[in-house]
Nanobody, 116 residues
């Protein structure tokens, strides 16, 4: 069955860095665009970053541009989110998403908390 398993979240101080990982299985990973979303308590889910199936194009929310980098390894069925210069406003559950045509899969999410 389809699985997206996020990992790498945790508690980090402001200004710190984290690398999130998402392990995919159960579908043809290489044809899917992959995204990271986040959802903070009381807020709507926000698209953070997207990478195309081949990994040759990326897009970012304005709030994370220059601080976050999305990447993927199609040989390993993995997608990553490198986050730096974290601030408390980045605190949220981060979710991995796979999308291709009308197919859309979600992981359970990993909690990122930025606090001193």
């Amino acid at each position: 069955q389809v699985q997206l398993a996020e990992s790498g979240g945790g508690l980090v101080q402001p200004g710190g860095s984290l690398r999130l990982s998402c392990a995919a299985s159960g579908f043809t990973f290489r044809i899917y665009a992959m995204s990271w979303y986040r959802q903070a308590p009381g807020k709507e889910r926000e698209l953070v970053a997207t990478i195309t199936s081949a990994g040759n194009s990326t897009t970012y929310a304005d709030s994370v541009k220059g601080r976050f980098t999305i990447s993927r390894d199609n040989a390993k069925n993995m997608v990553y989110l490198q986050m730096s210069s974290l601030n408390p406003e980045d605190t949220a559950v981060y979710l991995c998403n796979a999308a291709w045509r009308r197919l859309d899969y979600w992981g359970q999410g990993t909690q990122v908390t930025v606090s001193s």
